[in-house]
């Protein structure tokens, strides 16, 4: 069964640091193109970074640009999302999603269940 299991949420003080880890089981995460999102409580899902195949095609949300960093290692089959200068706005539950394989015409969207980043002093 193919699955994404995000782990790394916590609690952190503003201004502090998380990685969060997205690892993918039965499938190969580099034929996926990867994101992660956030849904703090009472809003909605919000796409927060993602990439493509190429390191280079990382796009990000305006409100964490320069803050975080979406990767992957494909030797560990896993995505990763460094978030640097932690804000209590960016406490959510954060979901990584891996969209593919990319090499065929309809491509299938698979969701984490999620892992809980709080921001909090």
């Known amino acids: 069964q193919v699955q994404f299991v995000e782990s790394g949420g916590g609690l952190v003080q503003p201004g502090g640091s998380l990685r969060l880890s997205c690892v993918a089981s039965?499938?190969?995460?580099?034929?996926?193109?990867m994101s992660w999102y956030r849904q703090a409580p009472g809003k909605e899902r919000e796409l927060v970074a993602a990439?493509?195949?190429?390191?280079?095609?990382?796009e990000y949300a305006d409100s964490v640009k320069d803050r975080f960093t979406i990767s992957r290692d494909n030797s560990k089959n896993t995505a990763y999302l460094q978030m640097n200068n932690l804000k209590p706005e960016d406490t959510a539950v954060y979901y990584c999603?891996?969209?593919?394989?990319?090499?065929?015409?309809?491509?299938?969207?698979?969701w984490g269940k999620g892992t809980l980043v709080t921001v909090s002093s």
């Open positions: 999603k891996a969209r593919g394989p990319h090499y065929f015409s309809q491509m299938v969207d698979y």
């Open positions: 039965v499938v190969s995460i580099s034929n996926y193109y």
């Open positions: 990439m493509l195949i190429s390191p280079d095609s990382a």
